[in-house]
Nanobody, 124 residues
Framework: QLQASGGGLVQAGDSLRLSCAVS????????MAWFRQAPEKEREFVAA????????YYADSAKGRFTISRDNAKNTVFLQMNNLTPEDTAVYYC???????????????????WGQGTQVTVSS
């Protein structure tokens, strides 16, 4: 199971830290990712991290503002989001899979396990 939390209503320029706690079968996942879905838009990749080695990957929209990290001891992945803008408003989902390759790490279809989503709303 994946349990996402940390969303909320903030103003433009503020920061938020999302958390995704991992348990059960997803514990052995090879990669974790955050996706987001704004109203009437497709779910899009935000960031990903490999459990082993910690390599990180970002969407262009996230580079320089968002940081994905993990706490192996707590089986938790974080998404630190700084300098938020109204365009970041979306439901944020964490995802995991145990067979994600480098070529597919940014693709929604590569992930088998999904959290329930947490709403992030950024006001102008």
């Amino acid at each position: 199971q994946l349990q996402a939390s940390g969303g909320g209503l903030v103003q433009a320029g503020d920061s938020l830290r999302l958390s995704c706690a991992v348990s059960g079968r997803t514990y052995s996942s090879s990669a974790m990712a955050w996706f987001r879905q704004a109203p009437e838009k497709e779910r899009e990749f935000v960031a990903a991290i490999r459990w082993s080695g910690g390599s990180t990957y970002y969407a262009d929209s996230a580079k320089g503002r968002f940081t994905i990290s993990r706490d192996n001891a707590k089986n938790t992945v974080f998404l630190q989001m700084n300098n938020l803008t109204p365009e970041d408003t979306a439901v944020y989902y964490c995802a995991a899979d145990n067979a994600v390759g480098l070529a597919t790490i940014r693709f929604r279809a590569a992930y088998k396990y999904w959290g329930q989503g947490t709403q992030v709303t950024v006001s102008s």
